[in-house]
């Protein structure tokens, strides 16, 4: 935001009267800026905007008027917030969700890179209830950083070996097998095999020789890696851990100067708001990745961040956003994969789109067309991607059991089943206990009863899940 608009004296007033809707009308215009813009800064709806600034709403919670400030880059002395007077002899939790090296808003160096994979590796030592409440102005913060913020140079002449570039090549074949896994498998132990590999890497950062060239390359692994592991990490569960992965990866890819890497740990950070109830941060991240890429020519990569921006428009019961996004991205999925288009986006394809149109359409109460894109997708998923299958049979299951097509149901449900003894995946396996509990208003049919009963022996009897 322009300077400018915060030494404008009615600026000033409408923060002062935390008249929000003011405020935000004055510095959209004064900063030239769209309803659209503003929405993506502060993580509102366009709509809830619309109605603040017409003044038929309020902005009334704390945590959404810090995100509000936040994401515009207000001024804290222009509102200073009010602080609860501390109880006597209560302690209290640390104030600041970006003490020290994790301040999005500081200079994005090595050491600040390197701090960030070591929190992530090692766990954080917030509260988790403070992490969750800080986490969505993270979010803005660290997304708007990433797409403003000039990163240091990754070089170092160091006492130690000259990092070649066959050693990362090597490193980054580890990366890539450690996600074939994944997909064939589920994450199952791969978050301890990344976090390894982590500490490889930081080794490297600060006690190997390389220049610039080099440097970026060693970037560009590691944000790969830190993105993959915290999606291990999400994946086995730990959700409340995989944002410190996903921040750190952005930096990496900041600082190996790869927006597509930076894109990548987006559609992740996009698949955590829309799982853990924020589906506008998904829009958020999925919308910034995208508006980062669009001229490097990556149709395949901008397909997948279409999915993810319309599973949360779907989310937020926006049908006309998420199918215009699913349309989008079907056509360029269409074109096929470009040679700019990232190696590990490999899963990319067909079916993956149907798979995301289903579950958009289960999550807008639509199980007609769920069923039939699901089956689209059953039927162009890549064979080896076990896991997605899995997840897409629960999702169609679940479909089949809302359209009352009991029998067709059950049948995928069993399909899950199978698929889901061989795998290791939380993930897949609240799917999995979802789809059980839509059976429980039909459990006295032999269809149900026969479906439980399976699903009891596949947990009881030492199933992976």
């Known amino acids: ?6 030494s404008d004296p009615d600026v000033h007033t409408a923060l002062a009267a935390w008249d929000f809707g003011q405020a935000s ?45 936040t994401g515009l880059g207000v001024p804290t002395e222009l509102v200073p917030l009010p602080v609860p007077q501390a109880r006597a002899n209560v302690p209290q939790p640390i104030s600041d969700p970006f003490a020290g090296d994790a301040d999005p808003t500081l200079p994005w160096t090595a050491a600040r890179m390197v701090a960030a994979l070591d929190s992530a590796v090692g766990g954080s030592t917030m509260d988790r209830r403070q992490f969750l409440t800080a986490s969505g102005i993270a979010l803005t913060a660290f997304v708007n950083q990433w797409d403003i913020a000039e990163a240091e140079p990754l070089r170092r ?40 590999h982590l500490r490889f890497l930081t080794h490297l950062v600060e006690h190997t020789s390389y220049d610039e060239t080099t440097g970026r390359q060693l970037a560009a692994v590691i944000a790969d890696t830190a993105t993959q592991t915290g999606w291990f990490v999400f994946d086995s569960g730990q959700r409340d851990r995989t944002l410190g992965y996903l921040y750190a990866g952005l930096r990496a890819a900041k600082a190996s100067g790869d927006a597509r890497l930076g894109a990548g740990a987006l559609s992740y950070i996009a698949i955590h708001g829309y799982s853990t109830g924020a589906p506008h941060h998904a829009v958020t991240a999925a919308h910034r990745a995208r508006e980062k890429v669009k001229k490097l020519g990556t149709p395949a990569l901008e397909a997948m961040l279409l999915t993810r921006q319309a599973r ?76 997605t299958k899995a997840l897409f049979l629960s999702r169609a299951a679940t479909a089949h059991i809302d359209q009352a097509d009991l029998e067709a149901g059950c049948a995928a449900a069993h399909e899950a089943l199978d698929l889901a003894e061989q795998l290791e995946s939380a993930r897949l396996n609240d799917h999995v206990q979802a789809m059980l509990r839509r059976l429980q208003p039909v459990i006295h049919t032999p269809y149900a009863q026969e479906v439980l009963e399976r699903a009891a022996t596949v947990t009881g009897a030492g199933g992976r899940n």
């Not at 215009?29 to 038929?56: C, H, I, P, V, W």
């Not at 470009?338 to 289960?362: F, K, T, V």
């Open 157 to 196: 002449a160091a006492g130690g070996s000259r990092l070649s570039h066959s050693l990362l090549d090597g490193l980054q074949r580890t990366t890539d097998s450690l996600r074939s896994m994944d997909a064939s498998d589920g994450s199952g132990t791969l978050t301890a095999l990344g976090d390894k």
């Open 1 to 6: 935001m322009p300077d400018y608009v915060w």
């Open 25 to 69: 009308r004055l510095i959209r215009l004064r900063g030239s800026l769209r309803q659209g813009d503003m929405a993506q800064l502060t993580g509102l709806s366009q709509a809830f905007l619309s109605m603040l600034e017409a003044g038929s709403r309020r902005l009334t919670n704390i945590d959404k008027i810090v995100e509000f400030l």
């Open 312 to 387: 949360g428009h779907a989310k937020l019961g926006e049908r006309q956003a998420a199918l215009a996004a699913l349309g989008r991205a079907a056509e360029l999925c269409a074109k096929g994969r470009s040679e700019r288009d990232p190696q590990w986006l490999y899963w990319i394809n067909e079916g993956e789109i149907h798979g995301q149109a289903g579950s958009c359409y289960l999550d807008l109460g639509d199980p007609g067309n769920a069923v039939s894109s699901f089956t689209k997708a059953r039927q162009a998923l890549n064979p080896t991607d076990h896991r």
